[in-house]
């Protein structure tokens, strides 16, 4: 039985750390026990995000990592500055990809960071409009896990978690179906396996506009584990509706 996993992507939200808190607060009276559930706030609130979700069953996660363990970076953020404060980090958010300019080369550095600071990663992988509508979806997606995976340790990878997440469907309110999610899960794991990972027991979450009228469709589909929510996490009640939906 593989973790059924659903974790908020706060992404440059709420607008200070005290409503990151609240919402943090808010979203741990609301989950239900069963599904593994964490938030990534904004760099700046995980310190008292963390702290006011110490006795809750609520995980942290950070939204990314620099690729080097420390030095002349301004602005970043190292793995190692994130052990107590979080339990994993997302990595290769296309976000980040776009704004940061990250190619594959570099999050596999990020992920390599990741792990060998101990902390969980979840990849992100997905098409570009442009890459869906021309047919190489699966194409691209099997090329990002190859070279993505190709700096991590493999020990440390024991508790990856990928997540599918079409650049199309991000942030648009047109989420995929779990017809096409499942295909391309299906894409990912066999990537996997030809990585030498045991596919069959890394959670694959799907991500980019899920929502409480449209999780049904995700936690019914063949091979998906969890989601991976933007939008729809600032919203402890909606959150906390497509978290029962993976229960
Ligand atoms: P969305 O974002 O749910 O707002 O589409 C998902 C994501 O980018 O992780």
């Known amino acids: ?13 709420p607008p200070t750390i005290a409503d990151a808190v609240e919402l943090a607060r808010s979203v741990a009276d609301r989950i239900p026990a069963g ?31 620099h690729w080097e363990e420390r030095g002349a970076f301004t602005g970043q953020i190292a793995a190692s500055m994130l052990r107590g404060l979080a339990t994993g980090a997302i990595v290769g958010h296309s976000e980040v990809r776009r704004d940061q300019c990250d190619d594959d080369a570099r999050v596999a550095k990020k992920l390599a960071r990741t792990v060998t600071a101990g902390l969980r990663p979840i990849l992100c992988v997905g098409e570009s409009a442009a890459e869906h509508e021309a047919g190489n979806a699966s194409v691209v997606i099997v090329r990002q896990i190859a070279a993505d995976l190709a700096e ?55 991500g980019g506009s899920v ?37």
């Open 35 to 65: 599904v593994l559930v964490g938030v990534a706030p904004a760099a700046v609130a995980l310190p008292a995000v963390s702290d006011a979700l110490r006795d809750t069953n609520l995980d942290v996660y950070a939204q990314d990592v």
């Open 211 to 247: 929502s409480a009228r449209s999780v049904a469709e995700f936690a019914a589909a063949d091979g998906i584990d969890g989601a991976l929510v933007g939008g729809a996490s600032l919203d402890p009640d909606e959150f906390a509706a497509i978290v029962r939906a993976f229960g």
């Open 152 to 206: 991590a340790p493999r020990r440390g990878l024991q508790r990856l978690v990928v997540a599918y997440e079409p650049i199309w469907a991000i942030g648009t309110g047109n989420p995929a179906t779990g017809e096409w999610a499942t295909l391309e899960v299906r894409a990912i794991r066999a990537a996997l396996k030809h990585a030498g990972l045991d596919a069959e027991a890394i959670p694959i979450l799907y």
């Open 1 to 13: 039985m593989r973790e059924r996993m659903v974790i908020g992507n706060w992404k440059m939200n």
